[in-house]
């Protein structure tokens, strides 16, 4: 009798440890769905934020600021948040011209370029679009920041120099590595 209910014993164990196995893998194929899915959602996020920190990017290409350091332009964007209402509505008339021109600009200049160059136009316009990120300007509205952006060539060096200094520190404070 001992040996007959130690088999049936070893059975349920058996029986339990298949279930559990089947039970795992069938967690296992719900986690993977979940994961893709997380993977995919993760993905459009960040295919998003490239198109508009490449759009951000095309901004500064416009107005033409790539003749300015990185340093330079961070820190007038720093300086944004001390625009007044008033003054915003202004840029933004301003910059509805400007709005105009970068569809049409970007056209333009991607006709010619090799697929290498597009991928490193892309690069660059996105690192620099980045900048608006860190100065936390992302969701002002493009035509006023276009008029703004365009001001920067107005400006004296005493101002530029002030924001290359701005830039400046954040870049060393915030230094990776």
Known sequence: MKKTSLMTQKEKIKKLENQ????????????IKERQQQIWENKKQRRARA??????????????????????????????KKVVPVDQE???VYGEELLKEIDRHDEEVISDLTKEEKKARNHKLITYGALF???????????????YLDRLHGKENSYRNFC????????????KG
């Open 164 to 175: 290359y200094q701005e830039g400046k520190i954040y870049f060393l404070k915030n230094k």
């Open 133 to 147: 990120e860190i100065a936390e300007v992302t969701e002002i509205n493009l035509a006023v920041m276009l008029g």
């Open 20 to 31: 559990l196995k089947k039970g795992k893998v069938n967690l296992r194929k719900i986690t």
């Open 90 to 92: 202004k840029l933004k």
């Open 51 to 80: 198109k508009k920190l490449l759009r951000l990017g095309l901004a500064l290409e416009v107005t033409q600021l790539f003749i300015y350091s990185q340093e330079i332009i961070l820190g007038h964007l720093f300086q944004f």
